[in-house]
C-alpha cells in the first residue's frame, strides 16, 4: 500500500519558520522526484518545489526562492520542506507528490497558517 505522509504544518507568525516533513513507504522512494505542492482556497494547487531522485536537481517556484529549502533522505524514505522568513501569502494546504515517469502519489496534505 502506497502511503506519503506529511507533517510539520501549523500556525505560524510571519516571519516565522516551519518544517514540513514527507515520509514515503509502499513504493521505491529513492526512484522517484519529489514535489511539494500548495493549494489557498478558491485557487490550483501549484508546485512549490520539486527535487530529482538523487537530490541534484531543485526547482523552486519563484515566490520562494531563498526563503524554502527542499530536501530527502532516501535512506529514511523522506523529503524536507524548510520554510523560512513565511509570508501571510504562504497560507495554503502543502502536498507531497511523488512521480516517475505517469505514475505519481499524493499525500492527504498539510495545512500552515502564516498569521499573527
Known amino acids: 500500500q502506497v502511503q506519503l505522509v506529511e507533517s510539520g504544518g501549523g500556525l505560524v507568525q510571519p516571519g516565522g519558520s516551519l518544517r514540513l516533513s514527507c515520509v514515503g513507504s509502499?513504493?521505491?522512494?529513492?526512484?522517484?522526484?519529489m514535489h511539494w505542492y500548495w493549494q489557498a482556497p478558491g485557487k490550483e494547487r501549484d508546485m512549490v518545489s520539486g527535487?530529482?531522485?538523487?537530490?541534484?536537481?531543485?526547482t523552486y517556484d519563484d515566490s520562494v526562492k531563498g526563503r524554502f529549502t527542499i530536501s530527502r533522505d532516501n535512506a529514511l524514505n523522506t523529503v524536507y520542506l524548510q520554510m523560512t522568513s513565511l509570508k501571510a501569502e504562504d497560507t495554503a494546504v502543502y502536498y507531497c507528490?511523488?512521480?516517475?515517469?505517469?505514475?505519481?502519489?499524493w499525500g492527504q496534505g498539510t495545512q500552515v497558517t502564516v498569521s499573527s
Open positions: 527535487i530529482s531522485p538523487d537530490g541534484g536537481t531543485i
Open positions: 509502499g513504493f521505491a522512494f529513492s526512484d522517484y522526484s
Open positions: 507528490n511523488a512521480r516517475r515517469f505517469s505514475t505519481e502519489y
